[in-house]
């Protein structure tokens, strides 16, 4: 008997979903700067907790550190593939890969100016 469209697409949807599981275990335990954005957005909820943030600065939070933690994770990627497509030094790949790390930093760059619109009041109330 043949498997419906319906089925076969769900079961292809789980499918991804696994593979994209699997890519972000990979990341967790192979990638130094992914270890350490996950271990400050740990930090950083622990801290949301102490400062009882309201609803929309809990969004912003997370907004900014799922922001951060994509950009590494996307700049992982781009290195690694530049890294297989030409493994010897290439200024033209070398310039890729900085770029690449760039689009990170900007996206750390934002995700402390969304932390200190956020905890700098808070922290200016204890003084």
Request: hydrophobic letters at 55%.
């Amino acid at each position: 008997m043949r498997k419906s469209s319906d089925e076969s697409f769900l079961i292809n949807r789980i499918k991804s979903v696994k593979y994209a599981v699997n890519g972000a275990i990979h990341l967790l335990k192979t990638e130094g700067s992914i270890q350490i954005q996950v271990s400050i957005a740990l930090i950083m909820t622990v801290i949301g907790f102490f400062f009882n943030l309201s609803a929309s600065e809990w969004m912003a939070q997370f907004l900014a550190m799922g922001l951060v933690i994509t950009a590494e994770s996307l700049n992982t990627a781009i290195e690694k593939l530049a890294d297989f497509v030409h493994p010897d030094y290439h200024l033209k790949i070398g310039i890729i890969k900085d770029i690449s790390a760039g689009a990170a930093v900007f996206a750390a760059f934002v995700a402390i100016i969304i932390g200190g619109i956020i905890y700098l009041p808070k922290i200016l109330q204890f003084f």
